[in-house]
């Protein structure tokens, strides 16, 4: 029987520092706590086919893609996709703003799923459209809801994460 691509456990190949960093709620809060320099490195935002047919009702929807670096090295690799007529569109369409820094706002009213990680090593399906050499290998995901209208998460953590942790 095959493992399932997702699970709500962090699996056993996450290197510790990477498992305890992707239990965190907000990896913008977390990377910016650190003593080094934080940015947003915007690599697209347009209509693309969705990752998560099971989701989206449609086969289309509008995706970002970005780098969170540090030190200008890219040490996350993060999608997000929704509806292209969503009220989350504008939320994506911030440039080089992190995301995460308008997701947790204070009193902001968002309901967001449970972690999911990767469970296998195999992961090329996850970023179809890859700006990396090689296939990212520790990814979560979740979903935040707002008036019943979804936002996938999906955020890879880079080998070079561990040289900043």
Known sequence: MDQPLWA??????FPKKVA???QEQSLTAMLTSLPYTFNVQLLALKQNQTIAPNL??????????????????AVVLARSECFIDSIWAS????????????????????????FEYNQQLQTDAIFPQTYLTVSPQ????????????????L??????IEQFL
Do not use: M
């Open 91 to 114: 939320y994506l369409d911030c440039g080089t703003t992190s995301l995460g820094s308008l997701l947790f706002k204070p009193n902001q009213q968002l309901d967001r799923s449970a």
């Open 56 to 73: 989206f009702a449609c086969p289309t929807v509008l995706t970002r893609e970005v780098f969170l670096n540090l030190n200008n090295t």
């Open 8 to 13: 709500k456990n962090i699996p056993t190949f």
């Open 138 to 153: 520790w990814i979560r995901r979740s979903v935040f809801w707002h008036e019943q209208q979804p936002l996938l998460l």
């Open 20 to 22: 305890h960093l992707a």
């Open 155 to 160: 955020e890879a953590f880079l080998p070079d």
